[in-house]
């Protein structure tokens, strides 16, 4: 390894001497380094060819090393011409853009109108009129969990205090259309294993399926007070029978259970979840477990799997707020109609483009800026080490400051032309689907709801599309010997 890098280092001194033959990369000096790993960058300040280009420096961007750069830069001979000096120095600093250019390229042909021919060809063949309204009714049945276990205590109030406040707002955000019901279970008798039997044959309907209504449903859920045992498999097995029964009680199921614990009543809450799945595949059953032990967790995660839902476990208010959140935003979505999806599907990829445009543009100006550090720190170091005179130190800056400006103002400009093809083509597919939505008979106020979605636009302290000018850079400066 030795004798190697003592012959890198006699290749990169006769480069020196005979000054021909050798190209930027040898002159630069990297001795455990091929020539064939690394391509040098093109010597131009053409922002055009620039960025069409792969070659980079030797010591660009992670592989930085003032040492080596400084030793590199002792082996450049003097009387270069400046269109030399700044060759070489790229050679050893230029950064690779690339990727930047590919990336504004692949921006500029956003797929908004693909999106919106995806979702209206879903939406068809029964026609988009056919879709403007929810296709099927949602039944939401709640059972809350009334039992002891209920008392105990989470972020300083009781369980059930705080089930009963997420309820509320989880029941007060439900679609128009949908019906809900309240369930009540393990609230008589004692949660003490002798005295549990009141409690085991107990399961109230707090609220029939109906439409909600805020002053019953709460009045309902207010009169729930923590007593007994918890009978969870009857309870799940009564909510299948108020589905059957219930005239109306048609559409998709979905059943939120809230508990804090497992069946104390020797039922099989599991069984009774695939029994109901099983005769009526559109009830979904989801759970929320309430600082549970592990034991009542493994069965309830097993229940909400057989009924095609989801298991959350939750330790604190904030859990419960998210799991709730969480389920609502899945309601909504089931509830949207064909021209709702398609604008919040073209809104946020719209919202998606433009943030990864900011962040393009944003980090090939630093790139930029960094490279430009680089560079002129290098060229100081060769007028110091008298490589080179200050005539041709001035005209090579002269050169760095003409492929900083025209990288920087085509940074901007890709930004400014990228960004108004996303906002030409954002607003076009709008229009397209509104025109669709009026057409098949949609109603103006729903249209002039949903038109004023808010949609997250370019970060406003960019400016750039607005025709900010690149600020001249001040005269060139030597920096002081460190």
Not at 145 to 151: L, P, Q, R
Not at 278 to 284: A, F, L, V
């Amino acid at each position: 390894m030795k004798r190697k890098t003592i012959r890198g280092w006699a290749a990169v001194l006769a480069c020196s001497m005979l000054l021909s033959g050798c190209s930027y990369l040898s002159l630069a000096g990297e001795p455990d380094k091929k020539e064939a790993d690394f391509k040098p960058p093109i010597s131009s300040t053409d922002a055009k060819l620039i960025v069409r280009d792969h070659g980079q420096g030797l010591y660009a961007s992670k592989r930085y090393n003032v040492q080596k750069l400084r030793a590199a830069l002792q082996t450049f001979p003097k009387n270069l011409k400046a269109e030399e000096i700044y060759g070489r120095l790229l050679a050893l600093l230029g950064e690779n853009y690339a990727e930047y250019e590919e990336q504004f390229t692949k921006l500029e042909n956003p797929q908004y109108k693909a999106t919106l021919l995806r979702l209206k060809s879903e939406a068809e063949p029964t026609a988009l009129k056919d879709v403007t309204k929810p296709k099927m009714k949602e039944n939401v049945v709640i059972l809350l969990d009334a039992s002891g276990m209920m008392v105990g205590m989470m972020n300083g109030e009781s369980k059930m205090a705080l089930a009963r406040q997420a309820i509320k707002q989880f029941a007060a955000k439900l679609p128009k259309e949908t019906k809900v019901a309240l369930l009540l279970y393990g609230q008589t008798g004692s949660e003490q294993t002798k005295n549990q039997a009141p409690s085991c044959g107990n399961v109230e309907t707090a609220y029939q399926l109906s439409a909600y209504d805020a002053n019953r449903f709460d009045q309902a859920l207010n009169g729930a007070q923590p007593a007994g045992g918890i009978p969870l498999a009857l309870a799940i097995k009564q909510t299948a029978r108020a589905f059957s029964e219930k005239p109306g009680a048609t559409g998709k199921n979905r059943i939120y259970i809230v508990s804090g614990g497992s069946d104390t009543c020797g039922g099989n809450p599991v069984a009774e979840v695939k029994q109901l799945h099983k005769s009526n595949p559109q009830t979904i059953v989801n759970i929320i477990g309430l600082s549970l032990d592990e034991k009542s967790r493994q069965t309830l995660d097993s229940a909400a799997i057989a009924g095609g839902g989801t298991f959350v476990p939750v330790m604190d208010e904030q859990g419960l707020k998210e799991a709730f959140s969480r389920f609502a935003g899945e309601l909504d979505a089931e509830n949207e109609n064909w021209y709702t999806k398609t604008l919040q599907a073209i809104n946020q990829q719209y919202t998606s483009d433009n943030q990864k445009l900011d962040e393009t543009y944003q980090s090939m100006d630093a790139r930029v800026t960094l490279e430009d550090r680089h560079l002129n720190e290098a060229l100081d170091d060769l007028y110091r080490m008298k490589k080179i005179d200050l005539n041709h130190w001035r005209d090579t800056g002269d050169l760095l400051d003409e492929r900083w400006y025209n990288l920087r103002t085509y940074a901007k400009q890709r930004y400014s032309d990228v960004g108004g093809k996303l906002d030409q083509e954002w607003v076009a597919q709008n229009d397209e689907v509104n025109r669709l939505w009026v057409e098949n008979g949609g109603e103006i106020a729903e249209l002039k709801r949903i038109s004023h979605m808010t949609v997250s636009l370019p970060n406003p302290k960019l400016n750039l599309r607005y025709g900010t000018p690149i600020i001249a850079r001040m005269p060139r400066v030597i920096r002081s010997p460190e």
